[in-house]
């Protein structure tokens, strides 16, 4: 995990954690390639979302692969809580302020990434269920990213 902030409480939206990150501001502003997101994000050249109701098979292909990558990501948060317990919600919630409670979910992803970087196997995994995360909340799609995902989108054709 190679950025990660825990200043937000969890009940915040994904998309409004990515909106208030320096990270979009320099994806906005240098045309470097794409970030997948789901439903809940907004549209934007940078930020590749699925298409709410495809009509054509290349549509399809597009959405299919989206989630494919997509899923990338679930997994990686499954595999984080899965080494550390404490972070899953089958554990309850952390005893502990919302500061140290931050500061224990990023030491949680320091000790990951060592464990990444010397191999150290996962014991056992759990699954990350579909619904661990936020519900989408609809968002208007600008141009530029709606004239980018049909660019992508021609690519399945």
Not at 66 to 94: I, N, P, Q, W
């Amino acid at each position: 995990m190679t950025n990660s902030v825990a200043r937000w409480p969890g009940s915040t939206h994904d998309a409004s954690v990515f909106d208030n990150c320096g990270l979009k501001d320099y994806l906005a502003a240098n045309d470097i390639g794409h970030l997948l997101g789901d439903s809940g994000y907004p549209l934007r050249s940078y930020l590749v979302t699925p298409l709410s109701n495809p009509s054509t098979p290349a549509e399809e292909r597009f959405n299919a692969a989206l989630v494919s990558g997509h899923m990338v990501v679930e997994r990686t948060f499954g595999v984080l809580k899965s080494r550390f317990r404490c972070l899953h919600k089958s554990a309850g919630c952390l005893p502990f302020t919302p500061e140290k409670s931050a500061e224990v979910v990023m030491a949680c992803m320091r000790l990951h990434n060592l464990c990444v970087s010397r191999n150290v196997p996962l014991l056992e995994a759990i699954e990350v269920e579909a619904g661990d995360h936020d519900l989408p909340v609809p968002i208007a799609e600008n141009r530029d990213g709606q004239n980018r995902r049909r660019d992508l989108i021609r690519l399945f054709e």
